[in-house]
């Protein structure tokens, strides 16, 4: 079966820069996407990047264009943050699906844990 796992994710200084990583298995990759999600306390889950397994078709969301790097070498799933904000705070999920990468978190079949990213001011 599919399984993600998230790590990566930690205490962190406004400003700073962290990236969190995403351990994929189970899976044969084909015609797979994946995508970063994120939900804050109190929030519905939002969309953070996605990106096809071969790399193509990345996006990213307004508040992560420039600042956020979606990227994948082997198994693993990257997401790069720069300039990290208060407003980034929340638990940052991987998920993965069979077709493109779209920014509905309900189209995603496969989802990690989470790993919580907290960010001090």
């Known amino acids: 079966q599919v399984q993600l796992v998230e790590s990566g994710g930690g205490l962190v200084q406004a400003g700073d820069s962290l990236r969190l990583s995403c351990s994929t298995s189970?899976?044969?990759?084909?015609?797979?996407?994946v995508g970063w999600f994120r939900q804050a306390p109190g929030k519905d889950r939002e969309f953070v990047a996605s990106?096809?397994?071969?790399?193509?078709d990345k996006r990213y969301s307004d508040s992560m264009k420039g600042r956020a790097t979606v990227s994948r070498e082997r198994n693993m799933v990257y997401l790069q943050i720069n300039s990290l904000k208060p407003d980034d705070m929340a638990v940052y999920y991987c998920?993965?699906?069979?077709?493109?990468?779209?920014?509905?978190?309900?189209?995603?079949?496969?989802w990690g844990q989470g790993t919580q990213v907290t960010v001090s001011s």
């Open positions: 189970g899976g044969t990759y084909s015609s797979t996407a």
């Open positions: 990106m096809r397994w071969n790399g193509g």
């Open positions: 998920a993965a699906r069979v077709g493109a990468p779209v920014t509905w978190a309900g189209d995603y079949k496969y």
